[in-house]
DNA sequence: CATGACAAAGAATAACTATACAGAGAGGCG
DNA sequence: CGCCTCTCTGTATAGTTATTCTTTGTCATG
């Protein structure tokens, strides 16, 4: 039950800003659990989250929104500031960001439609890109660590 | 004044671990800052400082120090209590937690930075992991297995 | 100098979060 | 079973933080 609940707080504070436990509270109301304020300062402390000065949302630690313009401009940026790590294994493509940034990079790759890219799966702080081969994939780490200064 | 009181704020936690504005206050006030928990408030707001749910410390975003041997326990623990069961095929590690329970798991397996994973994706009750190589992928299974009691 | 526009900050307090305590339920064991 | 222990959770409340309202100081201008 707990580790349950905990899961699905990590997926709400991904999905939208909430910036106090009672909003978190209403939240996991409304997707079937009933629990306290009280329990929920808890799975925050046992998840280690954070409390950004700047909105007061909760997030997972590391975590920076950003929202460019076009969308290469952002994918650009977004390597430059997510990126920590590219590795190449056949035709896929792992790519580490920092903890919970994953899915921000992942959909400024989805966006920028590249040639190499047929897709992408992103975790927490990491992304798996599917590349149709060895070599698109080469291609593919070339130009993420060009646009992150590698 | 302003400025400085910022930059003094910044060193502060830096050097020790501050958990209420109240403490903080104490410590400027030891810097020759006579101010109030509310222009501390503000001023933390204005340095987009994070508060780690953990102990309760201001943190600068970005510096998630947690020592290595806190995350391998808590990695331990969550396999212990999550894990199914581990399948490999070739270079992936297929694990399977209960229900709902695999990003927490896969949260714990980030965390410890071991050395054989280089990522992890993890969906409702599975996680995937790629490792460099066969070799490594075997290792990782090992070690989990161990972990969880297997 | 008077005045208006701001930025900064304190006092009071509303809002929010963490914790002490207690109770319920699960499992182990004589 | 009866008792112990451990984990999880709710209640009540202590502790902490954000905000509203107000004052003060500074600068620019007529």
Known sequence: MKAR???????????????????????????GFETTQATISRDIKELGLVK?????????????????????????RAAAEFLRHVDRVQHLVVVRTGAGQ????????DRARLP?????IAGDDTILVVARDPRRASAFVKRLEAFAGF
């Open 102 to 109: 994953a899915q921000a990079l992942a959909l400024a790759i």
């Open 116 to 120: 190499e890219a047929i897709g992408t």
């Open 52 to 76: 950004r000065a700047g909105d007061g949302a909760y997030q997972r630690p590391g975590t920076d929104a950003v929202s460019p313009a076009t969308v290469l401009a952002a994918l650009e």
């Open 5 to 31: 609940r905990q899961g699905v707080i990590l997926e709400l504070i991904d999905q939208e800003p909430l910036h106090s436990q009672e909003l978190l509270r209403r939240r996991l109301h409304k997707a």
